[in-house]
């Protein structure tokens, strides 16, 4: 340990989504909505739900696994393991079951809970190990299994939502640093806007001792707060970036946000000037799948050749917390 490098560099990526497919004709049997109304308020068009033998440890693993195969790593070479999930197998962490089922046994494995931001704030977490020179090899995970969680009753919150996952392989190194810059912001008076909260019960063990039992209530939204939050400080974390590190939308070859709403998309792309082929986006077929929507649009993008070694790009998660940030990345 202790390797004294400067930066990072990205070497992988993979994901994993299960076969099941919930389309909007299929949520209309169950709630009153359209496939019409989803599609033109969120550009929503399908989303995947997991089967009862997938879940976020199933798909945390598929997606990295791919990803190690990427890089072509010797998997016992892995240092680190970062999770980012709000919907774990286990409240006590999922990634040392990620871990395991790799055979990653050299690596320390951890979960983190940011939501939406999840998957960028566990980015940047990893990132900061290998540029201190404590790890070399990390391999960070996004995903999350918001079906178990969703209110199928409520037609404002339940169309939204997938499952799935994605993961990235990222090295030090001592010659460059391809996590350009980031931005990270929480602001915990807007919590309520967006919650998925226990519904603690009250009980007794014996006599005059009570305790709380556990347990979560569904996601609770106020989807209006949500988006006008979103337009409106996901385009200033950017800007701040920017200016930061000296860039501009002009150099940047693609915008990766947090695919929640294709109209935040698109207002968020409008704000900074980036013209509509720039602006990467595959919610159509996934929804939001939390913690998952980042590396499984970087990975689908990779894969199709459409992100290219050395193209830039700036992605920016947001959601619940409420949590937003931003980075900006060279891939390769
Ligand atoms: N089908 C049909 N009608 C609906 C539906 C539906 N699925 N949902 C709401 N409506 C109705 C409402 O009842 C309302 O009717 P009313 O005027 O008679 O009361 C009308 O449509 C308009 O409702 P709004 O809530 O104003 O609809 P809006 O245009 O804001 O769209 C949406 C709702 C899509 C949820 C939008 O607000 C949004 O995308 N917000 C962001 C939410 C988000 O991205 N959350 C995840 C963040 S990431 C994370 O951390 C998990």
């Known amino acids: ?6 930066g990072v560099s990205f070497k992988g990526s993979g994901s994993y989504v299960p076969n099941q497919i919930l389309t909007n004709s299929k949520i209309s049997n169950k709630v009153d909505t359209s496939d019409e109304w989803i ?13 009862l033998e997938e879940s976020v440890t199933q798909m945390g693993y598929k997606a990295a696994m791919s990803a ?7 998997i016992e070479t892995i240092d680190l393991i970062v999770l980012a999930t709000s919907t774990p197998n286990d409240l006590f962490g999922s990634a040392p079951g990620i871990q395991a089922k790799l055979g990653a046994n050299n690596a ?8 939406c931001s999840g998957f960028l704030f566990a980015l940047i977490t990893a990132s900061q190990f290998l540029k201190g020179g404590t790890y070399k090899r990390a391999i960070v995970i996004g995903a999350d299994q918001m079906s178990s969680y969703v209110d199928w009753n409520d037609r404002r919150s339940c169309i939204l939502f997938g499952d799935g996952a994605g993961a990235i392989a990222i090295e030090a190194t001592n010659e460059f640093d391809n996590l350009i810059g980031f931005n990270m912001r929480t602001d915990g008076r807007k919590g309520s806007f967006l919650n998925l909260p226990s519904n603690k019960k009250k009980d007794s063990i014996i006599d005059n001792i009570e305790f709380s039992s556990g347990g979560f209530s569904p996601i609770q939204m106020n989807g209006q707060e949500v988006y006008k939050f979103a337009v409106r400080e996901v385009p200033l974390i950017i800007q701040d970036l920017f200016k930061k590190v000296n860039y501009n939308s002009d150099k940047v070859d693609w915008l990766l ?13 409008d704000k900074l000037k980036f013209s ?6 595959n919610l159509q077929n996934y929804g939001n799948t939390s913690a998952g929507t980042i590396p499984l649009m970087m990975d689908e993008a990779i894969r199709k050749k459409t992100i290219k070694q050395n193209d830039i790009i700036a992605t ?13 990345i060279k891939w390769g």
């Open 1 to 6: 340990m202790n390797f004294k490098q400067i």
């Open 39 to 51: 599609k033109s308020r969120t550009g929503i068009s399908q989303r995947r739900i997991s089967g």
């Open 68 to 74: 190690i195969q990427m890089t072509k790593w010797d």
């Open 108 to 115: 320390v494995a951890f979960d983190l809970t940011a939501a």
């Open 257 to 269: 946000l947090h695919q929640a709403n294709q109209r935040i998309l698109d207002s968020v792309g």
């Open 276 to 281: 509509k082929g720039k602006i990467l986006s």
């Open 316 to 328: 920016s998660g947001f959601g619940a917390g409420l949590s937003w940030g931003a980075a900006l």
